[in-house]
């Protein structure tokens, strides 16, 4: 469960929070003692910030700071102004480009509709999750004991996109003069977005789902999925696909999640996280449909490649050691357990002395020593220590693992 810190004037405290509550932990800090104090906002563990314009006013030099502390994890916040739309040739919100540059990851104008308020929640708090499953993969990766160049670029490429992204968002508010804000922030979003009424039919939709089903140049709006599979014969499946998805959602009656692959006519497939929010009218019918999909082609093919380096290394019958710098065990495969005698479960952990002979008691430093200068040691013969006591032959190629 997601961590929502809520930072609005009791006058907006009428944000529409309470459909967050049943899937997110919404924090409203106490302030009733000392209105006028500062509040310590960093105790408090949260995954997104909410804040209006008056607490960012108030604690903007923070924000930023706490960004920068969380590195590289993305901290997302998303500000509630009351500006409303000004015209073309002024300024649409009272604070500047400049000001919000670095700090406001969305922003979203009062009075605020419940659906999207949830749009924006969610869409912030995917790109943490995967920035968070990006840096866990890359500490994954400091642990292994053999080069791992071919996974490493495909995770830098993944955290380049995603900051790449990052940036896109500070481009949308210089667009704000020539369209409306909803169109401005659907194109200009990585994701996949459409909206559809309570019988289906496309109502809006983003560049990047009509560039996905080579839709730019149909008239969409007011059309189902199926009668778009009619003018597309290649997408015709994927979208049938789509609308029986649809049908789950709207019979679960809440947010639904779920992975979509799409076929494309170039011969690629897409891999998208896919969100869906059914609305309602108050009497239950249907209303409306909102559809979210972010394109994880690349993080799932790094994780199969992780997967298949890490069964690479288990089924070796070479012994595959890592360990720290200082000598410590921190990975053992099958190979290591069939040479030495000893299971990963009772050597991880110990020092990588537990294998040197008594004739030799310096040879484990000497060697630590000269990778910590960055050396590499190829076909190096020496003489462990089984666990059984008996002395062996081996020949040790040992590398540093350095930081991408």
């Not at 997967?307 to 200082?326: F, H, N, Y």
Request: glycine share 6%; net charge negative.
């Amino acid at each position: 469960m997601s961590r929502i810190l809520l930072l609005v004037d009791r006058l907006q405290q009428h944000l529409p929070i309470a459909h967050l509550n049943t899937e997110h932990q919404v924090i409203l800090p106490d302030r009733t003692s000392e209105p006028n104090s500062d509040f310590p906002i960093t105790q408090i563990a949260f995954d997104l910030c909410i804040l209006d314009e008056a607490n960012f006013d108030r604690i903007g030099p923070l924000v930023e700071a706490l960004k920068a502390a969380a590195e590289p994890i993305f901290l997302p916040f998303l500000l509630v102004t009351k500006s409303q739309m000004s015209a073309v040739s002024e300024p649409p919100f009272s604070l500047t480009a400049n000001q919000l540059q670095g700090k406001i990851d969305d922003l979203i104008v009062s009075p605020v509709d419940a659906t999207q308020l949830h749009l924006r929640v969610e869409n912030l708090l995917a790109r943490r999750r995967l920035s968070i499953e990006i840096h866990r993969l890359q500490e994954v990766i400091k642990e292994r004991t053999f080069t791992q160049s071919l996974l490493i670029d495909s995770l830098q490429t993944a955290n380049e996109n995603l900051q790449g992204e990052i940036a896109k968002q500070a481009e949308v508010e210089a667009a704000l003069r020539s369209n409306s804000y909803l169109d401005l922030l659907m194109n200009a979003m990585p994701d996949i977005v459409c909206f559809k009424d309570g019988e289906g039919r496309w109502q809006e939709a983003n560049q990047g789902i009509l560039e996905l089903f080579e839709l730019s140049a149909v008239e969409y709006c007011g059309l189902t999925d199926a009668q778009l599979g009619e003018l597309s014969s290649f997408y015709r499946s994927a979208l049938q696909a789509c609308e029986v998805s649809d049908r789950a959602a709207w019979e679960k009656g809440t947010l639904s999640r779920g992975e979509e692959v799409i076929s494309r006519s170039d011969g690629t497939l897409k891999i998208y996280d896919v969100i869906k929010v059914p609305v309602f009218h108050p009497d239950g019918r249907r209303k409306s449909i909102v559809i979210l999909g972010r394109d994880i082609t690349e993080y799932k093919q790094a994780q199969d490649e992780l997967v298949r380096l890490a069964s690479i290394v288990e089924s070796s019958d070479d012994g595959i050691v890592g360990k720290t710098l200082a000598g410590t065990i921190l990975s053992w495969n099958a190979g290591a357990e069939n040479i030495y005698g000893y299971c990963a479960q009772e050597i991880k952990g110990k020092s990588i002395e537990i294998l040197a002979i008594p004739e030799r008691p310096k040879e484990m430093a000497q060697i630590l020593e000269n990778i910590r200068a960055g050396a590499t040691i190829d076909h190096y013969e020496t003489v462990h220590l089984r666990k059984d006591g008996k002395q062996i032959d081996v020949c040790l190629t040992i590398s540093p693992i350095k930081d991408a």
